[in-house]
């Protein structure tokens, strides 16, 4: 009794223990919202672990990049005072044989020979042999002696080489990844056509990726339709065809069209007996048997098998939701059937087609492993090239700075799918 | 499948041209997973038909060669490690998510979905950089922990799918009649989300299963996974062992497809949204 003696009357409600409804309410709230979090905690910081701060510290490398400033570090210094114009001073020599006598000692030269001829060709064997003639050089004046060992000391380009990749951050491989180069004076230009192959391998990216999209969209909307409006007991064994490709793995899908593909295979065959080899002859596109395996057309090919699933799924979800009313309304209101179905049908089906092709942008974007293996040298999407960069080049600012664009293109299209769809209604199956 | 009656000329025209178009697609869509099963009998080493014999050879290699059976057991091990860790990981996630809106929600959910969305060459690269500082390269708990992070997308996509039309009244029914919070997951939540957590936990073991990027930098050479042997064995010289190898996938994934829609029809069942 003491307790509702204490409450005052002043008509706000209370819950039993005498606080304010609205109170405890929020305290309710509070705590609802913290065992949620709580839920979410270990599957976020795993994430966060596992995956995010591996990619962070990846991309990092595109623009960090210390080999030259750790291990020429009093040449670093003496060149800031250089002018950048003439053949550098006798103490900038000085401070390079010093720089590459330890160099020599701890084994760099390899590696600094590697990151300077990023950006001049031809240096990395000079750099290696400067090296190892540098040990015999003990007193000054040191200029003429290191001219002497190879001309290359004697250009002013080479010294502004050394000197913009001082820094421990550099701009120079995300640079020309877009074709793009710094001059000594720090203006930004494009490289000579000759060296120019970046740009198109980004735009071979987005070019194939865009016609495999068109092309799982003009195979994949009739079917979606068709099993949307289909009888129950019809639809779900159509559906048989859709999702059991869908969920066979990508390396067997690809491995069986490289089977197919081969040259004289299963593929040739049957283009030779429907009559396609020889008409495709007849009209001059070809010249004897098709030589399918290693080329463009079994890319994406291959590619639109693949990804035919993942345009027409989301498509068919939205299609389901249409009521067949529509049409019969747009007919009996004189619409001719191609006419409704333009200006009815298919402007509902549109957020299904937004959803379906985004996706298949997206992870065509990223496609390494069919350009690999049913595709000729020419075929390699951007992800090729990063495999290439580390296992072949191990060039890891090149990686990461492809990784960069291609990282930038999915990113925004992730937004903007987030932003048109929803990630939280993705469907799968 | 009569075309109705009122149909106009054109209407009839178009309804036979879509089937067509249609059935054309869908032949498109199966045939090379077929195409592929019969060659696996070959008895020669091409790919070409008509076949000159038949042979279980290939089939012969694929089990008892140790380089093909020791890549399916790492495969397994792999793939049912990776599939716990994902489902446990992600289901709690997806209740967290569906209880109640917190900050920044929707940018979390954005980060814990993006493993789905990278790219997995910089997923590979980013992660065999970072787990070489931590020595967990050519490890198999280095294998697994990356996969967890790839397929934990898609159990907290459908987890989330079916918690969306799951009955919240009914935890708040079990707590209000004296249960403990996991009593009420494991007695109530659990029985009528486990559909969405099978297709989960099915969807996590097919990305490891049929992962090839990852490993292909992550895994040490002896320790290879088939999809990684097949990736190598493509590359470096052709055996029709691959397509045998295929074909025993093609029939795991059929196998996986027939349990999810067993899943799918017997959810619909309960809901009484039952078909025909």
Known sequence: MAMAQALPNDGVMRAADGTPLKVALARAERREKLKAMALVLPLFAFIIFSFVIPIIIMLYNAVYDPDVAENMPQTVVALKAWDGKDVPSEEVFAAFVADMKEAQKNKQTALIGKRLNYEMSGIRSKVVATGRKVATLDQAPYREAVIGIDKVWGEPETWATIKRSSSNYTPFYVLSMLDLRQNPDGSIENVPPDRAIYKSILVRTLGISLLVTVLTLVLGYPVAYLLATSPQRTASILMIFVLLPFWTSLLVRTTAWMVLMTDGGVFAGLMHFTGVTWFLNLVGLLNGEPELFKTRFATVVAMTHIQLPFTLLPIYSVMKTISPTYMRAAKSLGGTPFYSFLRVYVPQTLPGVAAGCLLTFILCLGYYITPAIVGGPTDQMISGFIERAINSENNWGKASALGVILLTATLILYYVYNKLVGIDRMKLG | ?276
């Open chain 2, 1 to 276: 499948m009569a075309v109705p009656a009122y149909y106009t000329r054109g209407e009839t025209v178009m309804y036979y041209a879509v089937r067509v178009f249609v059935a054309l697609v869908l032949l498109f869509l199966i045939s090379p997973i077929l195409a592929v099963m019969p060659l696996s009998f070959n008895s020669e080493s091409f790919f070409t038909y008509p076949m000159p014999g038949f042979s279980l050879k290939w089939y012969e290699d694929f089990f008892f060669n140790p380089r093909w059976s020791g890549a399916v057991k790492m495969s397994f091990l792999v793939a049912i490690a990776t599939t716990i860790l994902a489902t446990a990981l992600g289901t709690l996630a997806a209740l967290g998510l569906a209880r109640a809106n917190f900050p920044a929600k929707a940018t979390i959910m954005a980060i814990l979905i993006s493993p789905m969305i990278v790219p997995v060459i910089i997923s590979a690269v980013g992660m065999f950089k970072f787990y070489a500082a931590m020595d967990l390269v050519g490890t198999r708990l280095g294998i697994i922990l990356a996969h967890t992070a790839l397929a934990t997308p898609f159990v907290v996509i459908t987890v989330t799918a079916t918690l969306s039309s799951f009955d919240k009244t009914l935890m708040r029914a079990g707590a209000s009649c004296g249960a403990a919070p996991h009593t009420v997951f494991f007695k109530v939540v659990m029985p009528l989300i486990l559909p969405g957590m099978i297709s989960g936990a099915l969807f996590a073991f097919v990305t490891s299963f049929d992962e090839v990027i990852v490993v292909l930098f992550l895994a040490s050479p002896e320790d290879r996974t088939l999809p990684l042997q097949m990736f190598s064995g493509i590359r470096e010289m052709i055996s029709p062992t691959i397509t045998a190898a295929a074909t025993v996938l093609v029939l795991i994934s059929t196998a996986m497809l027939i349990t999810l829609e067993m899943l799918r029809r017997r959810s619909e069942r309960l809901r009484g949204v039952a078909p025909n």
